[in-house]
């Protein structure tokens, strides 16, 4: 079955220290896998898609197939980081969610 | 933010009663979806339209009636709402047209609690 597994609730670090928020999933085929983020009084919104390959707010993701993973990087956190992140598998039309990991960034 | 909004973005029924939600787009995005959110278990997807009369069920689709009579409105219907219903509700459309896994864009939610 397919299914994305985020292992931590919740993630605090340091100003500056490395961030990796873990994903792995399950998913039999060629999978597509994005990362959303939810900010404080902000709506849920896209942050990066594996296939786009690109770095947005010096985060990176890199599709392990070997792994099934999609671990999302940063490597010197920012206060304003701090967010709820979610992990996605596309399964046709549509998204699977993971339950979550929320980001905390203390000064 | 693009251009979704969702009534009531606050609701407070009773066991029983029938509720609607409602989320209108201005963007003319061919799809539209309704997930729940609830601490522990992330977004799950409830219903989805890729048209006008066409929709399919989510993970979490029991309890839970849709429809979608306009490209703009997608309805969500609690026929008889249950205390297991109380939870964040969010809306996302994407347009769907150069790949069905383009950028999911979301509304800003409604919280409906039943007592």
């Known amino acids: 079955a397919q299914r994305v597994t985020q292992p931590e609730k919740l993630l605090s670090v340091f100003k500056g220290a490395p961030v990796e928020l873990k994903c792995n999933y399950s998913?039999?085929?060629?999978?597509?896998l994005f990362w959303y983020v939810q900010y404080s009084r902000q709506r849920l919104q896209l942050l990066l898609r594996?296939?786009s390959r690109e770095s947005i707010k010096g985060f990176t993701a890199d599709l392990n197939k070997g792994e099934t993973s999609f671990h999302l990087k940063k490597p010197f956190a920012q206060e304003e980081d701090s967010a709820m992140y979610y992990c996605?598998?596309?399964?046709?039309?549509?998204?699977?969610f993971g339950t979550g990991t929320r980001l905390q960034v203390f000064p | 933010d693009a251009g979704i909004t969702q009534s009531p973005r606050h609701k407070v029924t009773e066991t029983g009663t029938p509720v609607t939600l409602r989320c209108h787009q201005t963007?003319?995005?061919?799809?539209m979806y309704w997930y729940r959110q609830d601490p522990g278990h992330g977004l799950r997807l409830i219903h989805y339209?890729?048209?006008?009369?066409?929709?399919d069920k989510g993970e979490v689709s029991d309890g839970y009636s849709v429809s979608r009579s306009k490209t703009e409105d997608f309805l969500l219907t609690l026929e008889s709402a249950t205390s297991s219903q109380t939870s964040v509700y969010f809306c996302?459309?994407?347009?769907?047209?150069?790949?069905?896994?383009?950028?999911?864009?979301f509304g800003p939610g409604t919280r409906l609690t039943v007592l």
């Open positions: 594996h296939i």
């Open positions: 963007e003319n995005h061919r799809y």
């Open positions: 339209s890729y048209g006008v009369k066409d929709t």
């Open positions: 998913y039999s085929g060629s999978p597509e």
């Open positions: 996302a459309i994407s347009e769907g047209r150069t790949s069905k896994l383009d950028e999911q864009f």
């Open positions: 996605a598998l596309g399964n046709t039309d549509k998204l699977i």
